[in-house]
C-alpha cells in the first residue's frame, strides 16, 4: 500500500524537530550563563606578633586602638600577653586555633569578668558551667562586675581574614555588646528582641551578664 505523505505530516515533523533543538539550545545556554562557583578564601591564621596585634585592634574604636593593651598567642597558640596598654581598652587577636575569624574589644573594668571566664575554660568547664560559676561569684560579690555600662566591639566573620597585603580585615562585620550588669527591661526600656534588623536588644535580663546586644544586618561586611 502506498503510503502518502500530507503537507500536515511534514508540518508536524518540523515542529516537533525545531521544538527538540530549541530545548537543547536552551539547556545549553542554561549552562553556559550558570554562575561560576565562589571560591572563599582560606584565612592566614598564623599571624606574627606584629600582624596580631595590628589586626586586633581593629575591633576597637579607631581614636584608642595606639595605645590599647593587647593579648594574642604565641608560636605554641598559647594565651600571652602581646603589648601591655596606656588607655581603658583591652584587645583580643584571633585564635589560631579556631575556625574564621574573630578579634574583639573591650573596656577594661569587663577585664575581671572576661579573664575568669578564660580560667573556666582552661579548667575544661563547660560553656553552660562558667555561665553559672561566673553569675553566682558576680551575685556574691566575689566577681567584681562593671559599676557602669561597659562595651565589648566584635569584629568577626566564618569567612573573614586579615590581608597582610593592604593590612586590614577582609569580609568582616561587627557586633557589639553592652554590658549592664542585672539590667532589667524596666531599668532600661529595651525591648527583650529586636524590633528589626540591626535594633538594640536587652539579653540575660536580671542576671549579672545582662547585655544590650547590637548586631547590624550580616550585608554591612566591612574592610577595616
Not at 575569624?101 to 558551667?129: C, I, N, Q, T, W
Amino acid at each position: 500500500m502506498k503510503t502518502t505523505i500530507t503537507p500536515y505530516f511534514i508540518l508536524a515533523f518540523l515542529l516537533i524537530a525545531l521544538s527538540c533543538t530549541t530545548k537543547k539550545t536552551s539547556e545549553k545556554s542554561e549552562e553556559v550563563v550558570a554562575p561560576p562557583k565562589v571560591e572563599v578564601k582560606v584565612p592566614q591564621q598564623k599571624l606574627t606578633k606584629e600582624e596580631q596585634i595590628a589586626a586586633a585592634v581593629m575591633a576597637a574604636p579607631e581614636e584608642v586602638r595606639m595605645d590599647a593593651k593587647v593579648y594574642g598567642y604565641d608560636s605554641d597558640s598559647l594565651f600571652v600577653t602581646l603589648r601591655e596598654g596606656t588607655n581603658d581598652m583591652i584587645c583580643i587577636a584571633d585564635d589560631p586555633k579556631k575556625k574564621g575569624f574573630e578579634v574583639v574589644s573591650y573596656h577594661k573594668e569587663l577585664e575581671p569578668f572576661m579573664a575568669r571566664g578564660r580560667a573556666l575554660k582552661e579548667e575544661g568547664k563547660s560553656f553552660g558551667d562558667r555561665r553559672a560559676i561566673r553569675e553566682e561569684e558576680a551575685k556574691s560579690g566575689k566577681l567584681k562586675m562593671p559599676s557602669k555600662p561597659a562595651t565589648l566591639h566584635i569584629l568577626q566573620g566564618a569567612n573573614a581574614w586579615y590581608d597582610t597585603d593592604s593590612l586590614k580585615v577582609r569580609n568582616a562585620s561587627y557586633r557589639y555588646v553592652v554590658y549592664i550588669p542585672f539590667a532589667t527591661q524596666a531599668s532600661t526600656g529595651l525591648s527583650l528582641s529586636p524590633n528589626a534588623p540591626g535594633h538594640p536588644w536587652l539579653m540575660f535580663p536580671g542576671q549579672a551578664n545582662a547585655h544590650i546586644m547590637i548586631t547590624p544586618p550580616e550585608e554591612e561586611t566591612t574592610n577595616q
